[in-house]
């Protein structure tokens, strides 16, 4: 969902805070705009996201700056992708009048966000669905500079990034969010708050990195992890998930050697954690799924990446 500016004008009745859309092009559906119109949820969102004068924000979906303009009021920089190229003229306007503010036309998961100068410190976003999984999980390896996202997302989602093992809405997601993150708050908001009004419900979400400790592993429960060691772990965690209802002994197996061991070995790996040989995907939690991956040998004592292929 991208996110627009209102005009000016009352909003409709029953609809306090928000504003007609007559001023602002026609969502487009390739890009999942629904552009968020009630200034009321917009404060508690920018309250939410909790934007500091040292922080360098990124934005994806800056449309014609609703958010953009309040975040270069509190931020040192803003980068502000937009992929929809009928925003750009505003959003020009907006450059001319900000230092702060530097504009990215085009989509933000094509671009190389990693050379990004000055380095983003937050993602603050209102995201489109078809493109919050891929980001929010490429931003935690791409972009080690962030340690904090705020993002408006569909409530599906949000349920999914940080659901309980043996839930429905836990999934691979769930534990490649985990692993590098913590919750902070869920504000549900309402559909009314966007135009056009979506036929899902949305949140507001904030959560933060783990803290790194000086040898540059976090903690994820009781075990340690870094980033060479999450490297290995992910294709492991999404090659599992691609058949949740199977065994572990069956979903890891047949994908050749580079990942996959033996089914002897599978069920050796979960007796060691207790898991028992009849779990499935969904039933290991995260620290779960990186102490399976060391006694499998993927990764070492301390989270990182053993030299050999498992």
């Known amino acids: 969902m991208s996110t627009g500016r209102p005009p000016r004008g009352a909003g409709p009745p029953g609809d306090p805070g928000a504003a007609p859309d007559r001023a602002r092009p026609r969502p487009l559906r390739r890009y999942g705009q629904n552009h968020l119109v009630d200034r009321n949820v917009l404060r508690a969102v920018l309250a939410q996201a909790a934007v500091g004068p040292d922080d360098v924000v990124l934005e994806v979906g800056a449309a014609d700056g609703l958010l953009t303009r309040p975040l270069l009021e509190s931020a040192r920089l803003v980068h502000a992708y937009e992929v929809d190229r009928r925003f750009v003229p505003k959003l020009e306007a907006l450059v001319a009048e900000h230092h702060g503010l530097e504009l990215h036309v085009g989509d933000a998961l094509r671009a190389p966000l990693g050379a990004l100068v000055p380095p983003p410190t937050a993602l603050v976003a209102n995201l489109a669905y078809n493109i919050a999984i891929p980001l929010i999980v490429t931003s935690m390896s791409a972009l080690p500079t962030v340690e904090r996202w705020a993002v408006m997302v569909q409530r599906e989602l949000a349920d999914r990034l940080f659901a309980r093992p043996s839930t429905k809405p836990y999934s691979a997601v769930s534990i490649l969010v985990q692993l590098h993150c913590e919750l902070e708050r869920v504000r549900p908001v309402p559909r009314n708050a966007f135009r056009p009004r979506p036929n899902v419900e949305s949140c507001f979400l904030t959560f933060t990195r783990r803290a790194r400790l000086a040898t540059g592993e976090w903690e994820v429960g009781d075990e340690r992890l870094d980033a060479a060691g999450y490297a290995r772990l992910e ?76």
């Open 235 to 310: 294709p492991l965690v999404r090659l599992a998930f691609t058949q949740r209802r199977k065994l572990l002994t069956n979903a890891l197996s047949g994908a050749g050697p580079a990942l996959a061991p033996s089914r002897g070995r599978v069920r050796e790996a979960l007796r060691a954690v207790g898991a028992g040989e009849k779990a499935r995907p969904e039933e290991l939690s995260p620290a779960a799924w990186v102490r399976f991956a060391r006694a499998l040998g993927t990764l070492k004592d301390g989270g990182a990446a053993t030299g050999e292929d498992t």
